[in-house]
């Protein structure tokens, strides 16, 4: 018999929002494809629902990262935490490190990543993620729908920008599955979506992440502007824009990756130089 599940109302300063159903949750758990003998770092865990279909679907080593510590004890009783396989860290994942955390568990990377993200850190976290190291390997992760269709947007769409040319920088992104409201306690105002993230190979992701959020971060600023007034607010962003043939009359809608990634190592250069 499985353990059961911790009881425990979800608290709306954490932006918690939980999932019950076992069909729905075995989905999400083999998303992003195999578990079986991984290790997983599921953020979030909650009563354990996705927990348990992580556990049930093979995974090798299962992290569970919790800062409600309700929920922190319950997992603790669980047989898979005595036996080694389930590992309980306390703390906030946007605090921890992730690779040391591994390496005390004793988990093997690259470590996928699941978890049904809180509403009020999903984007923070996912930004963190991306631009980690090579300890992170595919993520199947759930946010409102928003921040799913801004992740995986293209260029001259309505959902495209910062997120979209960060995920896809270092990601291949898709949209796996939506979830309406019904399906969480307590339900949410807005649809969710299962996203999964799958790394580029090492030749195809781009590496100057630093530059890359920076740059983003001026041209979508102000993204009714022309990108030549928007990156006025980037020391050396026009010249940046300048060096590398893109026309400054163009909004920051309409670049592609390729030229996001072109201009961000232009501009990393010149202020090196």
């Given amino acids: 018999m499985s353990t059961p599940l911790t009881p425990g109302a979800a608290k709306k300063a954490l932006g918690q929002h939980f999932l019950f159903d076992p069909s729905l949750l075995k989905r999400i758990a083999a998303s992003g494809g195999p578990v079986e003998g991984r290790t997983v770092i599921e953020v979030g865990p909650g009563p354990g629902g996705l927990t348990r279909a992580l556990l049930e679907a093979g995974a ?9 510590d309700r929920f922190a004890d319950g997992l603790e009783a669980w047989p898979e935490a005595t036996s080694g396989r389930l590992a309980v860290v306390r703390g906030d994942a946007l605090k921890l490190d992730e690779q040391r955390v591994i390496e005390r ?13 809180p509403y009020n850190v999903g984007t923070p976290l996912v930004v ?8 992170r390997g595919d993520m199947v992760l759930m946010f409102q729908k928003e921040v799913g269709e801004r992740i995986c947007a293209a260029p001259d769409t309505d959902h495209y920008g910062r997120l979209s040319v960060l995920a896809q920088a270092t990601t291949k992104p898709r949209l796996a599955m939506t979830i309406p409201p019904g399906a969480f306690r307590p339900p949410p105002k807005v649809d969710s979506a299962v996203v999964v993230l799958t790394p580029l190979p090492a030749s195809d992701a781009f590496p100057h ?3 890359l959020e920076t740059v983003t971060a001026a041209a979508f600023g102000q993204r009714r502007k022309m990108l030549r007034a928007a990156l006025k607010s980037l020391k050396g962003g026009p010249e940046a824009l300048e060096a590398a043939g893109i026309d400054g009359t163009r ?23």
């Fill in 105 to 117: 568990a004793g988990g093997s990377a690259p470590v996928m990543i699941v978890a049904n993200l």
């Fill in 251 to 273: 909004r920051a809608e309409t670049l592609t990756q390729t030229e996001f990634c072109k201009l961000a190592e232009t501009w990393k250069r010149q202020s090196a130089s």
């Fill in 60 to 68: 090798a080593k299962l992290i569970a990262i919790e800062l409600d």
């Fill in 128 to 135: 963190k993620w991306i631009k980690a190291g090579a300890w």
């Fill in 209 to 211: 992440l630093d530059a």
